[in-house]
């Protein structure tokens, strides 16, 4: 499994969109097994065209901050399951969802700034 967190700073961005990064983690037999970083493309979540390539790479999870629901179509038409509501290290969030602590919040963000 292969796990997606928008990123600034080592900390989950506020809004998937406009994240400077993503930080994906290789889960293997419950623990995380390497860390990469993809930069992220300009633009809306929506239309950026990452969903795609997350699901080449992958991507079967995507825990993230605020999220449209334009933005959580096209995650999930690619088959990746979107947790919002996260915050904090990332590497912590990571360890906090494979011990099953982490769920959706239910929250969409409505407009392009949302914070």
């Known amino acids: 499994m292969k796990i997606a967190v928008p990123t600034r ?6 809004h998937f969109g406009h994240c400077a990064y993503y ?4 889960i293997i037999d419950g623990n995380v097994a ?3 970083k993809m930069a992220s493309p300009q633009g809306c979540g929506c239309k950026s065209g990452i ?4 699901k080449q790479m992958g991507v079967t999870v995507m825990l993230a901050g605020n999220m449209g629901q334009g ?3 096209v995650l999930e038409a690619q ?6 509501g ?3 290290d990332v590497e912590e969030l990571v360890s906090q969802y494979l011990s099953g602590n982490i769920k959706d919040n239910g929250e969409i ?7």
């Open 71 to 73: 933005a959580k179509n």
């Open 86 to 88: 996260c915050s904090g």
């Open 34 to 36: 390497d860390v990469t």
């Open 9 to 14: 700073d080592g900390r989950v961005d506020d």
């Open 23 to 26: 930080t994906i983690f290789n």
């Open 79 to 84: 088959r990746i399951e979107v947790i919002r």
């Open 51 to 54: 969903a795609p390539v997350l």
């Open 109 to 115: 963000c409505d407009h392009h700034d949302c914070h």
